[in-house]
């Protein structure tokens, strides 16, 4: 039997690429219409700031700036869920307080992860001490296990002794790690508690599970189908859908995956302010694109329409 999906955040997330500048600053009224043409065109909610968004490369007065511009711009402050997880607690805190403060679904938080090895004791502390410091009932954290990039991983126990701690606050996991195993058994040890899987190709199977959705990366790209799978995925029709995106998405993935998200966005709007990224991020090469576009054709991917 299908389990039912959770309250609150749910479907498919985006983890939105942030413009630049030809001097690689982020271009908040860009970024605007980008995550709008994302929500016209099936996104659930945008995961902003986050690794997709190039936001470990900005400093924190760059994402107030751009949580700004996507108000400024009109973009529904519950559609978003802003990346937040610094190194320093004092900087998780300040984006956090500003992500509530343009009404944020929630935040997205990375653990303290310069130092490795830490105790689940430690890292437990981190989470408390930025929960106790923003002190607003309205936060729900959504853990972000992306053990592969912070190799600080969010175990099973430690998620346990948070819920406890804080039933109220602790909302779900974005999890990057591509361990569709972990993810299910997340799914199975906290009912109600919202995983969401870090790629589309994992999204049939978590909502089967009880799982939330998907935050991805290449759903930039891919949005319209995977909005297919979520409007489908109580369906019989829906394990086809998921096989052909599934498809899609490990085709980009072979490549530098933000540099071909990149890539593809200047193709479908036609601006090659798109293919700005800042160091040490560099832009795919011609021929890498070139094979890049070739292999999707062969699935029939068709780009989306500029806004």
């Not at 790209?221 to 998921?242: E, N």
């Not at 070139?290 to 806004?307: E, H, M, N, S």
Request: aromatic content about 8%; glycine content about 10%; overall charge neutral.
């Amino acid at each position: 039997m299908m389990k039912q999906i959770p309250p609150g955040p749910r479907g498919v997330w985006i983890a939105a690429l942030t413009p630049m500048r030809a001097d690689r600053s982020p271009d908040g009224q860009a970024f605007a219409r980008h995550c709008r043409w994302l929500l016209d065109n099936g996104a659930d909610g945008l995961a902003v700031l986050g690794t997709t968004g190039e936001a470990n490369s900005f400093s924190v007065v760059e994402r107030h700036l751009l949580l700004d511009a996507l108000a400024e711009g009109g973009i529904p402050g519950h559609t978003l869920l802003p990346g937040v997880g610094c190194c320093a607690i004092p900087d998780t805190v300040e984006l956090t307080k500003k992500a509530l403060a343009v009404g944020s679904a929630g935040v997205v938080m990375l653990p303290p992860f310069y130092y490795k090895s830490v105790s689940d004791d430690g890292l437990f502390a981190a989470y408390s001490e930025v929960i106790e410091r923003v002190g607003d009932s309205r936060l729900k954290v959504y853990f972000y296990h992306f053990p592969a990039m912070s190799n600080v991983p969010i175990g099973h126990d430690l998620i346990a002794r948070l819920l406890k701690a804080y039933p109220a606050t602790i909302a779900g996991i974005k999890d990057s790690s591509g361990d569709l195993v972990n993810m299910l058994a997340m799914c199975e040890r906290f009912p109600g508690f919202g995983v969401f899987a870090g790629s589309e190709q994992f999204l049939l199977p978590v909502l089967r599970a009880g799982g939330a959705g998907c935050i991805s990366a290449s759903a930039n790209v891919t949005i319209a189908s995977c909005a297919a799978v979520f409007k489908a995925w109580q369906t019989p029709g829906a394990d086809a859908l998921q096989e052909g995106l599934t498809t899609q998405r490990l085709i980009i993935q072979a490549r530098p995956l933000v540099p071909a998200l990149k890539r593809i966005t200047s193709e479908r709007t036609g601006e090659a302010g798109w293919l700005n990224l800042r160091p040490p991020l560099a832009p795919l090469l011609d021929a890498e694109a070139r094979k890049l576009f070739a292999d999707l054709d062969k699935t029939g991917f068709v780009l989306p329409k500029a806004a």
